[in-house]
């Protein structure tokens, strides 16, 4: 779920989140009866033998910033994920129709764990911000208050998602979250982008692609999830932690350099997932899902390899 430099749990629960909002048509099926969303646990997450470290280790958590080699025919090209929150950071929560609680945390993790594991087999080295509930950057003293981030917490841990991007020299930047409000009412699945790089038009293109194949996946499975669009950063009417943080108004992730904040920013193309709202049980439940997860990840796949196949580089 989306602040302007992202913060869920604790602090996040304290600020109204004051998303724009699309009508949404809902489903005439009761959640338990529509197909694919019959719950099962996340599997536990284990690191492979086969991740590298990448970056200068001083920098990152010990099983943060972890990259993959492919395992289909190599492409010579590199994708980054970033599974959103984690370890204090536990992001939004929710309720699935059958009464059980999610975390954001949890189901970030495992689409892109999912997503990992496909883009390998077509050939992508793939660098995954974290392979474990943990921080990516080392958790520095003062960055941790009654067991969540503080404001400064959470910036330092994103600076440290961005260097691992950069340091992993990736083409692409894939962030994965997931969304909440107030309302159990509201759903539906957005895709981030930002405007302001010189990269805009391909990061545009990305996010497009992601957001078409999503929705065309929910679609197949017989979801009603409503479609929210793609927008720019620029545009997200969500709560800031931080005066200086409202002064940025980019997501630390996407956006560009400004001195003493942001000084080091993303160097290639990205996009943000948002594909459920927690907040909706029916979508909740979706996204506690082995097949909710599998058509996320699978999705976004391909939405990989239509970047790729229209020359983007």
Known sequence: MLLFHRLRGRI???????FLLTSCARSSKPPSSRPGVAQAPVP?????????????????????????PPAGKDRHRTIFIDAGH?????????????GKQVQEKTLTLAVGLDLSNQLRRDGYRVVLSRTRDGTVGRTLSGSVTEGAYTPDGVRA??????ACA??????LLISIHFDAFWSPAVGGAQTVYDPRRPFSGQSLHFARLIQRAVLLAFQAHGWD????????DTRLDAPTLSVRGAAYGHLVELGPAKRGWLDHPSLMPGALLEPLFLTDPAEASV???????????????????????AGSR
């Open 166 to 171: 950069n340091s992993a020299h990736a083409r």
């Open 287 to 309: 996204a506690r899902s082995h097949v909710g997860q599998e058509a996320l990840s699978g999705a976004v796949a391909r939405a990989v390899r239509e970047y790729f196949s």
């Open 44 to 68: 536990a997450v284990q690191r492979s033998s086969l991740g590298v470290a990448v970056g200068p280790r001083q920098a990152f958590a010990a099983d943060a910033c972890i990259a993959f």
């Open 157 to 162: 841990d994103l600076r440290a998602r961005v």
């Open 225 to 232: 999830v409503s479609d929210r669009g793609v927008i720019p």
């Open 86 to 98: 984690g370890g204090p950071d536990a992001g939004a929560t929710g309720t699935a129709s059958d």
């Open 12 to 18: 996040a629960s304290t600020v109204a989140l004051l």
